[in-house]
């Protein structure tokens, strides 16, 4: 009964939440009128949420689901909380495939594509500015942070054209950012 109420719970959260910060009060009373916990260990799992990687709904639903039923109780509850994705995603797909040969979602498409590709650049943009230039600095090549750029250099030679695998690709440019200090 418990795994079916982990499930039912964090599905309600997947649906009626935005994801992100928007997820805390929503985990926090839905924990706490089960009482599957306190306020302050709820806290206490958002707060190590954050700090790990991946999204904070899943990784609170895990924790949480693991607290309250062991193993199969984090599984319950992550995939609660990922249903809505995933039934919108599955949805989406199911009318991809059959609207495919569609002249109307093939204009879509072929404008979305471009918007995507822009998107991404200007994410790569964005981040490259934070990375490679020294805060506070100009915009020139006075503030440009050259053992940085090296290393991102060095790091994308090896993962495209040496076919280094992406994890070890990022401990190497962690290890190499520790020594470039």
């Known amino acids: ?32 009128v089960h009482g599957w916990m306190t306020a302050g260990e709820v806290m206490d799992i958002v707060a190590v949420a954050e700090m790990t990687p991946g ?24 995939l609660g909380v990922m249903m809505p994705s995933l039934t919108l995603c599955m949805a989406a797909a ?8 569609s002249p109307v979602l093939e204009s879509a498409m072929s404008g979305v594509r471009p918007v995507s590709m822009g998107m991404l650049l200007a994410v790569a943009v964005t981040l490259s500015q934070s990375t490679f230039w020294a805060e506070g600095a100009a915009m020139s090549l006075a503030g440009v942070r050259w053992n940085l750029v090296l290393i991102a250099a060095a790091c994308g030679v090896l993962l495209f054209k040496f076919k280094l695998s992406i994890p070890k690709t990022i401990l190497l440019a962690a290890v190499l950012g520790l020594l470039a200090g």
């Not at 639903?61 to 693991?66: E, K």
């Not at 199911?94 to 040969?101: A, G, R």
Request: aromatic share 10%.
């Open 1 to 32: 009964m418990i795994l079916l109420e982990l499930f039912l719970s964090f599905m309600k959260i997947g649906f009626f939440s935005f994801g992100g910060l928007t997820m805390i009060p929503v985990i926090n009373d839905e924990v706490l």
């Open 55 to 78: 999204s904070l709904g899943i990784n609170c639903a895990t924790f949480v689901g693991l607290r309250t039923a062991g193993i199969p109780g984090a599984l319950s509850a992550t």
């Open 94 to 101: 199911h009318f991809i495939m059959k609207l495919k040969d």
